[in-house]
């Protein structure tokens, strides 16, 4: 192939400011988890885009947190080795809370990498175009921003010719992924995900950012046609079973459906889901627990 190109993107920026929105509008597939609470994304989740002319490799990272805990050192670990490497860095901004200092301060951070620097400002659909021009134009001070694209991940603005802007930071090369992959996660971890996903949104407060998932079974029933899955939500106090549950299992009956309709949307075929509570102290700072759930360093 003449001219292919292909290369590593990796999307930073603040938890909550729509990066894996964004990765999964970019590739046009579910595969990173979305929530309105920060610290939903855990691991980095690579998105793959692949067309006639290029390769994209998007890095999903955390967003940038103090660790306060294994697994949250684990996250800091993984943005740091996401932006080794890679051709180009993504900032995302929240276009709807602003540029703050925090911002101000990432810029900074990836600006000295050595790394091509842009800048996606996401959420335009609720930003109001009189309070976004002046914030747009702080970045102006920062010439270690190649460019800046305003956007929408959610209602698919901009993004093609973000794309298109990126492809110019690629390098001619070989594809690193067969042309058909579109992440590295396997679908028993995206299951996963899409479970954890769904008890974000269901659960207030604490409870979601100390739930992990492991999968028990997930086989495909050749006769019935239906995958047969069955997983275990990890919770790290025994006072967190009855909020996951609710009312006569009110909470977890809804936990449920949403993750089987993610999950059938995303297999593609029927699937029978059952979830079951189990309290494991502090599993976020052992060792054991955070590799069986699948943290794993590498
Ligand atoms: N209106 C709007 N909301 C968005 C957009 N992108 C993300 N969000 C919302 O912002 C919240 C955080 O998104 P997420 O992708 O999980 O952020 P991350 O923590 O940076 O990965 C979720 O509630 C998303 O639905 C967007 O383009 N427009
Ligand atoms: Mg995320």
């Known amino acids: 192939m003449n001219n292919f190109v292909s ?13 894996s929105t964004l990765l999964n509008s970019l590739i046009q597939q579910k595969i990173s988890i979305v929530s309105p609470k920060p610290q939903t994304t855990r691991d980095a989740v690579l998105g793959i885009w692949t067309d006639e002319s290029c390769q994209m490799v998007f890095v999903d990272t955390p967003g940038s947190i103090k660790p306060k805990n294994a697994l949250g050192d684990y996250m800091a670990k993984t943005i740091e080795r996401a932006v080794i490497d890679v051709d180009c860095i993504l900032l995302v901004i929240d276009g709807h809370d602003g540029i703050s200092y925090e911002e101000m301060e990432l810029v900074k951070k990836y600006g000295t990498k050595n790394i091509p620097l842009v800048v996606a400002i996401t959420k335009t659909d609720i930003a109001q175009p009189e309070t976004l021009m002046p914030e747009l134009s702080k970045l102006n001070e920062f010439d270690c921003i190649k460019e800046v694209y305003s956007i929408s991940a959610k209602r698919n603005r901009n993004i093609d010719e973000l794309k298109e802007g990126l492809k110019k930071y690629l390098k001619s090369s070989e594809m690193f992924f067969p042309e058909e992959d579109i992440t590295d996660k396997s679908e028993r971890y995206i ?25 028990n079974k997930m086989e495909y029933d050749e006769n019935a046609l239906i995958w047969d899955i069955d997983a275990n939500i990890i919770v790290e106090k025994q006072s967190h079973k009855p909020i996951i ?5 009110k909470n977890i009956k809804e936990i449920g459906l949403r993750a089987r309709q993610s999950i059938e949307k995303m297999l593609d075929a029927r ?10 102290e502090d599993w976020r700072d052992n060792p054991y627990m955070l590799n069986e759930i699948g943290y794993k360093d590498k």
């Open 245 to 249: 549950l609710g009312k006569q299992g």
């Open 191 to 215: 299951v996963c995900e899409l479970i954890r996903e769904k008890i974000l949104l269901c659960c207030d407060k604490e409870i979601p950012h100390g739930v992990g998932i492991v999968l």
């Open 271 to 280: 699937v029978y889901l059952a979830l079951w509570v189990k309290v494991k």
């Open 7 to 19: 290369g590593f993107i990796a999307i930073v920026g603040r938890p909550n400011a729509g990066k």
